[in-house]
């Protein structure tokens, strides 16, 4: 089955630095790749997802990356802000695919901390 | 919309009991997934449910199961409590199924003790 592996655990940044977090995924059928923020206390909320025949996607202050070849993808936060601070959670899934699993596999978490 | 609500918050438990929580999904979804949060671990998949039926489960035991009703509102029960299943037990419903776009309750947080 599917294993997804995400780096950091922690990341410390200055507020107005870029944050970057990295996961891989094991399954080459994987085609969906969606990203949560967990703010402590608080449900997980999809920030952005990519799909396997898009290499980049951005969305404001937040972009992903997707190297199919390597078999992973990357979240980029730029001029973060003390709100950013949250665990993030990247997933993996082959979606729509005839037959397939399909459901989200998560990997462990990345506490980001942006201090003022 | 109404977002997805789960029932109780949290819950207190001994071992050797048995639990039943609930999912209201977001009107118009069908998909129903659960999932188990806990510290270092991250969310771990335990089943989704599409349309009243059992799409995908996880590496979980038999004790956990679940159901969906025709309403799309969804229950997990745990038989036989242990104290490793202590954890944030989560509900997401989305409007497909396999996994996208998941929208996420605020969870029951369950404590065996």
């Known amino acids: 089955g599917e294993n997804v592996e995400q780096h950091p655990s922690t990341l410390s940044v200055q507020e107005g630095d870029s944050a970057v977090i990295k996961c891989t995924y094991s399954d080459s059928a994987s085609n969906y790749f969606p990203w949560y923020k967990q703010e402590l206390g608080k449900r997980p909320q999809l920030i952005i997802d990519?799909?396997?025949?898009?290499g980049e996607k951005k969305d404001q202050r937040i972009a992903v990356t997707l190297n199919k070849t390597a078999k992973h993808f990357s979240l980029h936060i730029t001029e973060t802000q003390p709100e950013d601070s949250a665990v993030y959670f990247c997933?993996?899934?082959?979606?729509?695919?005839?037959?397939?699993?399909?459901?989200?596999?998560f990997g462990k978490g990345t506490k980001l901390s942006v201090k003022p | 919309k109404a977002g997805v609500t789960q029932t109780p918050r949290y819950l207190i438990k001994t071992r050797g009991q048995q639990v039943t929580l609930s999912c209201s999904p977001i009107s118009g979804h069908r998909s129903v997934s659960w999932y188990q949060q806990t510290p270092g671990q991250g969310l771990q998949f335990l089943f989704e449910?599409?349309?009243?039926?059992?799409?995908n489960k996880g590496n979980f035991p038999g004790r956990f199961s679940g159901r969906q009703f025709s309403n799309s509102r969804s229950e997990m029960n745990v038989s036989t409590l242990e104290l490793g299943d202590s954890a944030l037990y989560l509900c997401?419903?989305?409007?497909?199924?396999?996994?996208?776009?998941?929208?996420f309750g605020s969870g029951t947080q369950l404590s065996v003790l």
């Open positions: 997401a419903s989305s409007f497909r199924d396999r996994g996208e776009k998941l929208f």
């Open positions: 997933a993996a899934s082959n979606s729509g695919r005839l037959g397939s699993q399909g459901n989200l596999i």
């Open positions: 990519i799909r396997s025949n898009v």
């Open positions: 449910y599409f349309s009243e039926t059992q799409r």
